[in-house]
């Protein structure tokens, strides 16, 4: 079975760092595109970054500049290096991929962000 499962999350203050990984497992296939979505309480779920087939990616505009998505081929996993954070990117961290017409999403990391 297709797994995707996050990890990373955690408190760090306004400017710090924080890097999310995925890991995809129980596949031969690839992920047509994979992501990451947040979601703070009250809030819907939103948009964060995603990396496509040719490493393309595309970021929300709240996290321009501050938060880079990359690949490692190696350790199958998906990676989110997170900079400059601010406390409104506090939020649960969704890892999500495409393949053959499925999404699939794991299970969340709580990022929070406080002084």
């Known amino acids: 079975q297709v797994q995707l499962v996050e990890s990373g999350g955690g408190l760090v203050q306004p400017g710090g760092s924080l890097r999310l990984s995925c890991a995809a497992s129980?596949?031969?296939?690839?992920?047509?595109?994979m992501g990451w979505f947040r979601q703070s309480p009250g809030k819907e779920r939103e948009f964060v970054a995603r990396?496509?087939?040719?490493?393309?990616?595309k970021y929300a505009e709240s996290v321009e500049g501050r938060f880079t998505i990359s690949r490692n081929s190696v350790q199958n996993t998906i990676n989110l290096q997170m900079n400059s954070l601010k406390p409104e990117d506090t939020a649960v961290y969704y890892c999500?991929?495409?393949?053959?017409?499925?999404?699939?999403w794991g299970q969340g990391t709580q990022v929070t962000v406080s002084s």
């Open positions: 129980g596949t031969r296939f690839s992920f047509t595109t």
């Open positions: 990396v496509m087939t040719g490493h393309i990616t």
């Open positions: 999500t991929g495409s393949m053959r017409g499925r999404d699939y």
